[in-house]
């Protein structure tokens, strides 16, 4: 069994909910934080059979856009340095961990 866990822009959310639940695959919502623009994202976890990844993957990303999203001047780039003019960064279609799940109980 695996666990996917993917991070999406919040805009995609219910395209890639709507995608799952129409191929039969469960799947938890959490509201996130992206680290770097500190901007709301979403995260959207899928335990599934091995066999299964690659579907998941897929329809996750089929419904992921990419995006250009605009870093304002100021924003912290690490502890010690902020950003001295607006950057563009490209954001998503997806971010997409894969993890082994050594068991899976539902009680
Ligand atoms: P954020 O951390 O807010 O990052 C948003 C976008 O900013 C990233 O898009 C990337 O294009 C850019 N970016 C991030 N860190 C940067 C840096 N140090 N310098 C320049 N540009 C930088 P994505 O790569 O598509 O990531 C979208 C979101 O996925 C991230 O939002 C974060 O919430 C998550 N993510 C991405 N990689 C991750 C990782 N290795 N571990 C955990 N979460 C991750």
Redesign the pocket.
């Known amino acids: 069994m695996k666990m996917i866990m993917a991070?999406i822009h919040s805009d995609d959310l219910n395209a890639v909910n709507k995608a799952l639940y129409k191929n039969n695959f469960q799947s938890t919502r959490l509201a996130?934080t992206?680290?770097?623009?500190?901007?709301g994202?979403s995260t959207i976890i899928v335990g599934c059979k091995d066999e299964d990844v690659e579907k998941v993957c897929g329809l996750i990303q089929s419904e992921s856009q990419k995006r250009e999203?605009v870093v304002p001047a100021g924003a912290p780039?690490d502890v010690n340095n902020v950003i001295s003019a607006p950057i563009n960064?490209?954001?998503?279609g997806a971010?997409i961990f894969v993890l082994n799940i050594e068991e899976f109980r539902k009680v």
Do not use: W
């Open positions: 991070v996130t992206g680290g770097f623009l500190s901007a994202n999203e780039l960064v490209t954001v998503g971010t």
